[in-house]
């Protein structure tokens, strides 16, 4: 009889935290996001608070929004009525990736070769426009293109204080996430995963990585305190500590564990199907910018949504990690993909 009421009163707990989870997620902003668990009682803790923006600590700083000057010379009909459309004008890319095929006289090729020799300012170069403008069945507006999704060049949106206007085709990541998405649990000893309820296109943004940004110093700290499991919610912002010569005690850390959105869901594999993307609406500031997730390839509603934690850049570090023997407490990898890397973090 004791028995049975103890069991009633931990159902009932169950119930009132899975109730009062779907509650918090009923009022994250942005399509609805759902929660299912066809595997046991369990709810993901209740300690993890959504937020919809970053939540800078101690010893953080943004850049003063004045420097978020936006393009000057754009109009938001240019003659295709997409915004930005004359990249070389735009103030907004002119430090995204240069249009080398569009680069046709020897003088404007001895000028970039001089900025790059130099790191000079490449505005007044053709760019590459990050996102898709005209829609096909294939090439969706909005999706980020090939260039983009191979290289991981930083993509530059326009921001509000441009000239373009509100529809710049320019602007995608800041609008936040447009798809519903699903947390489950995955049953196969990776605890919690993400899926999304619709189909993705190669190229389509899902969300953004959020949470509570830190000094290199306090991620240390956390680190030590929390563990190797701690590192899976921790992300450097240092995509620009090598061109802009950061020192590593200047570069922030986002930590998504205790707060952020339910991208922190997302598990590892090793034949991923998204990665993250360096998404910056200031362009003078290169300590703070978004982490976006965004497509690789298609991916049918419900499959599970992953990206390779040890995302390396092409050519760094090949060959590593491919001994037998496991790094002191490395975590095994269960992503199950037929070139699995056997270790989370190797
Ligand atoms: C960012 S969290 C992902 C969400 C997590 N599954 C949860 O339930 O909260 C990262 C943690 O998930 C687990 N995980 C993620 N991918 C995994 C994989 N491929 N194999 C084994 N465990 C994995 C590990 O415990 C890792 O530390």
Same mark, same amino acid.
């Given at each position: 009889? =004791?028995?049975?009421?103890r069991?009633?009163?931990?159902?009932?707990?169950?119930?009132?935290?899975?109730?009062e989870?779907?509650?918090?997620l009923?009022?994250?902003?942005?399509?609805?996001?759902?929660?299912?668990?066809?595997?046991?009682?369990?709810?993901p803790?209740?300690?993890?608070?959504?937020?919809?923006?970053? #939540? =800078?600590?101690?010893?953080?700083?943004?850049?003063?929004?004045?420097?978020?000057e936006?393009?000057?010379?754009?109009?938001?009909?240019?003659?295709?009525?997409?915004?930005c459309e004359?990249?070389?004008?735009c103030?907004?890319?002119?430090?995204?990736?240069? &249009? !080398?095929?569009?680069?046709?006289?020897?003088?404007?090729?001895?000028?970039?070769?001089?900025a790059?020799?130099?790191?000079?300012?490449t505005?007044?170069f053709?760019k590459?426009?990050?996102?898709?403008?005209?829609?096909?069945k294939?090439?969706?507006?909005?999706t980020?293109?090939?260039?983009? =999704?191979?290289?991981?060049?930083?993509?530059?949106?326009c921001?509000?204080?441009?000239?373009?206007?509100?529809?710049?085709?320019?602007?995608?990541?800041?609008f936040?996430?447009? #798809?519903?998405?699903?947390? @489950?649990k995955?049953?196969?000893?990776r605890?919690w995963?993400?899926?999304?309820?619709? &189909?993705?296109f !190669?190229g389509?943004?899902i969300d953004t990585y959020?949470?509570?940004?830190?000094t +290199?110093?306090?991620?240390?700290?956390r680190?030590?305190?929390?563990?190797? =499991?701690?590192a899976?919610?921790?992300?450097?912002?240092?995509?620009?500590q090598?061109?802009?010569g950061?020192?590593?005690?200047?570069?922030? #850390?986002?930590?998504?564990?205790f707060?952020?959105?339910?991208?922190k @869901?997302?598990?590892?594999?090793?034949?991923?199907?998204?990665?993250?993307?360096? #998404?910056?609406y200031?362009?003078? &500031?290169?300590?703070?910018? &978004?982490?976006? @997730?965004?497509?690789?390839? +298609?991916?049918p509603?419900?499959?599970?949504?992953?990206?390779?934690?040890l995302?390396?850049?092409?050519?760094?570090?090949?060959?590593?990690g491919e001994?037998?023997?496991?790094? +002191?407490?490395? !975590?095994?990898?269960?992503?199950?993909a037929?070139?699995?890397?056997?270790?989370?973090?190797q």
């Amino acid at each position: 009889m =004791l028995r049975v009421a103890r069991m009633s009163k931990i159902e009932t707990a169950n119930i009132l935290i899975r109730a009062e989870y779907i509650r918090r997620l009923s009022k994250v902003a942005g399509k609805k996001i759902h929660l299912v668990n066809v595997h046991d009682y369990t709810t993901p803790s209740l300690r993890f608070q959504y937020i919809p923006e970053y #939540v =800078l600590r101690e010893g953080v700083f943004r850049a003063d929004s004045a420097t978020q000057e936006g393009c000057q010379q754009c109009s938001p009909h240019m003659g295709r009525n997409i915004g930005c459309e004359y990249t070389k004008k735009c103030g907004c890319l002119e430090y995204a990736a240069v &249009d !080398v095929n569009r680069i046709t006289t020897a003088e404007m090729k001895q000028k970039y070769e001089n900025a790059l020799a130099t790191g000079g300012s490449t505005l007044g170069f053709p760019k590459k426009f990050p996102y898709f403008t005209d829609g096909t069945k294939r090439q969706r507006t909005g999706t980020l293109v090939p260039f983009y =999704l191979d290289s991981r060049h930083p993509i530059y949106e326009c921001n509000d204080n441009c000239r373009c206007g509100p529809y710049c085709r320019n602007k995608n990541v800041q609008f936040g996430r447009q #798809v519903e998405l699903e947390i @489950f649990k995955t049953g196969s000893g990776r605890g919690w995963g993400l899926r999304c309820k619709e &189909d993705l296109f !190669v190229g389509q943004f899902i969300d953004t990585y959020r949470g509570e940004v830190i000094t +290199d110093a306090e991620a240390t700290r956390r680190e030590q305190a929390g563990g190797q =499991l701690k590192a899976s919610y921790l992300y450097s912002l240092d995509k620009h500590q090598e061109s802009e010569g950061l020192a590593q005690e200047e570069i922030y #850390v986002v930590d998504g564990e205790f707060m952020g959105g339910p991208s922190k @869901f997302m598990n590892h594999s090793c034949a991923p199907n998204c990665r993250q993307y360096t #998404v910056s609406y200031n362009k003078h &500031d290169n300590r703070i910018y &978004d982490l976006a @997730f965004f497509a690789i390839r +298609d991916v049918p509603a419900g499959e599970e949504l992953t990206f390779d934690y040890l995302d390396k850049e092409e050519g760094e570090g090949e060959g590593e990690g491919e001994e037998e023997e496991p790094p +002191d407490g490395a !975590v095994p990898c269960l992503c199950g993909a037929e070139k699995c890397r056997r270790w989370l973090w190797q």
